[in-house]
């Protein structure tokens, strides 16, 4: 508005030409159809009302969806970190997949709302490229519980040193022509040393878990393996009952209109966008103390 009013044009048009450039990527018919929907709100742990939202990115179109996914998160984060709420769930799979703000204070002041977060990503150093070194360290230093498989390099020297050190004994035997001698020392060693971490099987993995017990934190380690059972598996998924379909784009005559309506959807917001500047300029030429704004 500054620059509108000294008259600085080329100053504003630059303004301008650095705000269309990521907001033009972001005009895409279908992420136009899902943020303007109304079907449900997003305080998903509402007593009266609880939901299950599921949400996923495209890896292709990963920095534009990033965009309307982070604000959808945002703002369910302050809607369920709220006293008298339904326990509830965050889980987040490929976390660097996504910039999730605030996820560091939801982790932990989330726990006394009876709101847990599962964390998923490849490598710790994933998180760093994409959070930043301060942000990530924060996140990795506030979760209590960790689940590992096999990593390597740096993130499996954290977690080895996260695991912590336990008093191992040490026996050495030396021999010689005469006689035999026998020598026992104790030593602080890595519960589970990187090296194991570096070279876990698939199916094996390695842990941290805390617990509050009598006020203080107990912290037990484990090194366990995942068998499975398929004809349990089998017998759980026969139970499974189908997603019943929300929103049908079949019409009476069996003919799929799922990409007409999201194109009329698509053009009736850019014909809303036109009335509003159309009633803001209408406005502004109206208005005594305004009206200067706008040149002819």
Request: proline letters at 3%.
């Given at each position: 508005?500054?620059?509108?009013?000294?008259?600085?044009?080329?100053?504003?048009?630059?303004?301008?030409?650095?705000?269309?450039i990521p907001?033009?990527?972001?005009?895409?018919?279908?992420?136009?159809?899902?943020?303007?929907?109304?079907?449900f709100s997003l305080d998903i742990n509402n007593p009266k009302e609880p939901k299950i939202l599921c949400v996923?990115?495209?890896?292709?179109?990963?920095?534009?969806?990033?965009?309307?996914?982070?604000?959808?998160?945002?703002?369910?984060?302050?809607?369920?970190?709220?006293?008298?709420q339904l326990k509830s769930s965050v889980i987040i799979d490929?976390?660097?997949?996504?910039?999730?703000?605030g996820l560091d204070n939801l982790i932990a002041t989330a726990r006394s709302n009876k709101v847990a977060v599962c964390l998923g990503f490849q490598d710790f150093s994933q998180l760093i490229r994409d959070y930043g070194d301060k942000e990530a360290k924060v996140i990795q230093n506030t979760v209590g519980n960790i689940f590992s498989g096999q990593v390597v390099g740096e993130t499996a020297k954290s977690l080895s040193e996260r695991f912590g050190k336990v008093l191992q004994k040490r026996q050495s035997i030396s021999i010689n022509r005469n006689d035999t001698s026998t020598s026992?020392?104790?030593?602080?060693?890595?519960?589970?040393?990187?090296?194991?971490?570096?070279?876990?099987?698939?199916?094996?993995?390695?842990?941290?878990?805390?617990?509050?017990?009598?006020?203080?934190?107990?912290?037990?380690?484990?090194?366990?393996?995942i068998v499975v059972d398929n004809e349990k598996v089998a017998a759980e998924t026969k139970v499974?009952?189908?997603?019943?379909?929300?929103?049908?784009?079949?019409?009476?005559?069996?003919?799929?209109?799922?990409?007409?309506?999201?194109?009329?959807?698509y053009k009736?917001?850019?014909?809303?966008?036109?009335?509003?500047?159309?009633?803001?300029?209408e406005r502004i030429k109206n208005d005594p103390d305004l009206q200067h704004l706008v040149q002819e």
């Amino acid at each position: 508005m500054d620059a509108w009013q000294s008259g600085a044009q080329d100053q504003l048009q630059g303004q301008i030409a650095s705000a269309k450039i990521p907001l033009s990527r972001m005009i895409s018919p279908q992420l136009y159809w899902v943020m303007t929907g109304d079907d449900f709100s997003l305080d998903i742990n509402n007593p009266k009302e609880p939901k299950i939202l599921c949400v996923g990115n495209n890896p292709d179109r990963q920095n534009i969806y990033s965009a309307a996914l982070g604000l959808y998160n945002s703002r369910i984060v302050k809607l369920i970190n709220k006293k008298g709420q339904l326990k509830s769930s965050v889980i987040i799979d490929e976390l660097p997949t996504i910039y999730f703000r605030g996820l560091d204070n939801l982790i932990a002041t989330a726990r006394s709302n009876k709101v847990a977060v599962c964390l998923g990503f490849q490598d710790f150093s994933q998180l760093i490229r994409d959070y930043g070194d301060k942000e990530a360290k924060v996140i990795q230093n506030t979760v209590g519980n960790i689940f590992s498989g096999q990593v390597v390099g740096e993130t499996a020297k954290s977690l080895s040193e996260r695991f912590g050190k336990v008093l191992q004994k040490r026996q050495s035997i030396s021999i010689n022509r005469n006689d035999t001698s026998t020598s026992i020392s104790t030593q602080l060693d890595s519960l589970i040393p990187a090296s194991k971490i570096s070279t876990l099987t698939q199916g094996m993995f390695v842990g941290a878990v805390s617990d509050n017990f009598d006020e203080r934190i107990e912290q037990k380690i484990f090194h366990a393996e995942i068998v499975v059972d398929n004809e349990k598996v089998a017998a759980e998924t026969k139970v499974y009952q189908e997603i019943p379909q929300i929103l049908s784009f079949v019409d009476e005559h069996g003919d799929d209109k799922m990409k007409q309506e999201i194109e009329t959807n698509y053009k009736q917001i850019k014909q809303d966008i036109v009335q509003v500047i159309k009633k803001e300029l209408e406005r502004i030429k109206n208005d005594p103390d305004l009206q200067h704004l706008v040149q002819e």
